[in-house]
């Protein structure tokens, strides 16, 4: 099989080679010029993508505090980590929690919303930006604002509530709702969500409407047999970079609780455990943040995996095939 493999490669550098020498001067200049500019990009992606990627690896496998040099111990760290960490599964489960309330509200809501934008709505353009602009308003500039908004004594949410004659909550100071503060501080971010849906569904032909009002299709059954199944593509999309994004929640976390994920770590979410580990003790335990790391990454990939998988049976298509 080795033997095949290698004489496949063989060949297709080969193949490579006479087509490089059957092109034209101008083809070969056109080739080496489309280099010289992606140069710059390639050298980007080696330096900080590529070499981080596979020293991080390397890293989780030794005991290293950038100040001396790098030990090698195995997988000590990742033993550690599933059996002396008791933060480890406290933050894990913390950010499980965001990432299934947060990703939840995100699609729920921006796909509401789009279908709302999508009905011939006047000032279409003005709506969209509102609803976009505050996904572009730094991070750490928002987190300041819901600070005030959800102010135990005089935010002005426990404000709204007081004055219909419910009670004020202490949104970040008690463990059993703290998170339940930054799931409505997610809907800031629904604006990302509902223009990439509104995106697909203005992608969607009138043709299958107008049909399947012929057939008899109420508003809601055109919703359910129509506009569902072709909008699977960007359901499954919009589902996987809210779950990444999710689960890299840390600044506003950061801001709101001083770097402690309190109270009593109820808001410690995963980044933030791996943050400090890394920059936060004393020495820097960079090689144990590396095992954290790389183990957030086999969830990025197990989720990725899931996707992909149940997509294949699960995503239509406009022409009426599933995902391939």
């Known amino acids: 099989m080795a033997t095949s493999f290698g004489s496949q490669i063989s060949a297709l550098r080969g193949r490579r080679r006479?087509?490089?020498?059957?092109?034209?001067?101008?083809?070969?200049?056109?080739?080496?010029?489309?280099?010289?500019?992606?140069?710059?990009?390639?050298?980007g992606v080696l330096l900080f993508s590529l070499?981080?990627?596979?020293?991080?690896?390397?890293?989780?496998?030794?005991k290293y505090n950038i100040?001396?040099?790098?030990?090698?111990?195995?997988?000590?760290?990742?033993?550690?980590?599933?059996?002396d960490d008791p933060l480890f599964l406290k933050s894990l489960r913390n950010t499980a929690v965001y990432v299934g309330g947060s990703v939840t509200i995100r699609i729920v809501l921006g796909f509401a919303l789009?279908?709302?934008?999508?009905?011939?709505?006047?000032?279409?353009?003005?709506?969209?930006?509102?609803?976009?602009?505050?996904?572009?308003?730094?991070?750490?500039?928002?987190?300041?604002?819901?600070?005030?908004?959800?102010?135990?004594?005089?935010?002005?949410?426990n404000s709204l509530l007081y004055a219909i004659g419910?009670?004020?909550?202490?949104?970040?100071?008690?463990?059993?709702i703290a998170m339940i503060g930054y799931l409505?501080?997610?809907?800031?971010?629904?604006?990302?969500?509902?223009?990439i849906f509104l995106a697909g569904l203005q992608g969607i032909p009138e043709e299958y409407y107008d049909a399947a009002k012929i057939d008899g299709a109420n508003v809601f059954q055109r919703l359910i047999r129509v506009t569902i199944p072709l909008m699977t593509p960007t359901i499954y999309l919009n589902i996987l970079i809210n779950i990444i994004n999710a689960f890299q929640v840390f600044t506003q976390v950061f801001i709101m609780t001083d770097g402690t994920g309190g109270p009593r770590d109820a808001t410690r979410t995963y980044v933030l455990h791996l943050f400090d580990h890394a920059f936060q003790y004393l020495p820097p335990q960079m090689g144990y943040s590396s095992a954290l790391a790389w183990i957030l990454f086999m969830i990025f990939f197990f989720f990725w995996a899931v996707i992909v998988t149940t997509s294949q049976r699960c995503v239509f298509y406009q022409g009426g095939e599933n995902g391939e």
């Open 18 to 43: 006479e087509r490089w020498r059957d092109m034209s001067p101008i083809r070969k200049r056109e080739a080496k010029m489309g280099l010289l500019f992606i140069s710059p990009w390639i050298v």
């Open 184 to 195: 409505i501080m997610s809907t800031t971010w629904v604006g990302v969500t509902m223009v």
């Open 166 to 176: 419910l009670p004020r909550f202490r949104w970040f100071a008690d463990p059993d």
């Open 51 to 62: 070499f981080p990627f596979i020293a991080s690896f390397l890293l989780s496998f030794t």
């Open 114 to 157: 789009a279908l709302l934008l999508n009905l011939k709505v006047r000032f279409l353009g003005l709506w969209r930006t509102l609803f976009y602009l505050p996904s572009v308003v730094p991070i750490v500039a928002l987190s300041v604002i819901w600070l005030y908004v959800l102010n135990a004594r005089a935010g002005l949410l």
């Open 67 to 83: 100040v001396q040099p790098p030990e090698w111990i195995g997988t000590d760290h990742y033993v550690s980590i599933f059996s």
